[in-house]
T-cell receptor
Framework: DGGITQSPKYLFRKEGQNVTLSCEQNLNHDAMYWYRQDPGQGLRLIYYSQIVNDFQKGDIAEGYSVSREKKESFPLTVTSAQKNPTAFYLC?????????????FGDGTRLSIL | ELKVEQNPLFLSMQEGKNYTIYCNYSTTSDRLYWYRQDPGKSLESLFVLLSNGAVKQEGRLMASLDTKARLSTLHITAAVHDLSATYFCAVVLRGTSYGKLTFGQGTILTVHP
């Protein structure tokens, strides 16, 4: 079955450490997205990518970095510059076009600070 | 800046009752999405509304879009326990990049006997 796979499901970060969250999709979607969700809040866009080797900052990109070397993969690195990384991180993808198709979401990664 | 506001934020319903969740947004858009999220889980797409006056129905849920009023509604008919979840609306600002969604805060719906 096609879908979006995020790993790991739970992740712990130590002070000063960078951690990378994996997102892989086999839906053949051009666009991929990373969102952050804090308790009781909606999702906020961190980064998005319309095509391979291209990505754009979202609303809260500071302290995060991404790469898009393959169509299927869009990993997110939470750097030590992100001072409040504890959150639920969701990866999404969508078919090419001007947002006429819904974004499909992975099951998320829950990140906590040790 | 696009702002999306939902109300109510918390909704406790009895089974069998009807209710409406409202989604207001601050600037022009003609694409609006509704998603459902179960506790600790991912988001599931419910509806995509692409034009003024669009109405879509699936089971006990019906969504509509009024772009002139910048308002979408999600109507629940004869609620059942299985509908308990958090519901989000999300909007794409007209003229912005490709699928860039702005989400509302979410409405936590609890349906009880």
């Amino acid at each position: 079955d096609g879908g979006i796979t995020q790993s790991p499901k739970y992740l712990f970060r130590k002070e000063g450490q960078n951690v990378t969250l994996s997102c892989e999709q086999n839906l053949n979607h051009d666009a991929m997205y990373w969102y952050r969700q804090d308790p009781g809040q909606g999702l906020r866009l961190i980064y998005y990518s319309q095509i391979v080797n291209d990505f754009q900052k979202g609303d809260i990109a500071e302290g995060y970095s991404v790469s898009r070397e393959k169509k299927e993969s869009f990993p997110l690195t939470v750097t030590s510059a992100q001072k409040n990384p504890t959150a639920f991180y969701l990866c999404a993808s969508s078919i090419g076009g001007w947002g006429n198709q819904p974004q499909h979401f992975g099951d998320g990664t829950r990140l906590s600070i040790l | 800046e696009l702002k999306v506001e939902q109300n109510p934020l918390f909704l406790s319903m009895q089974e069998g009752k009807n209710y409406t969740i409202y989604c207001n947004y601050s600037t022009t858009s003609d694409r609006l999405y509704w998603y459902r999220q179960d506790p600790g889980k991912s988001l599931e797409s419910l509806f995509v509304l692409l034009s003024n006056g669009a109405v879509k129905q699936e089971g006990r849920l019906m969504a509509s879009l009024d772009t002139k009023a910048r308002l979408s509604t999600l109507h629940i008919t004869a609620a059942v326990h299985d509908l308990s979840a958090t519901y989000f609306c999300a909007v794409v600002l007209r003229g912005t990049s490709y699928g860039k969604l702005t989400f509302g805060q979410g409405t936590i719906l609890t349906v009880h006997p």
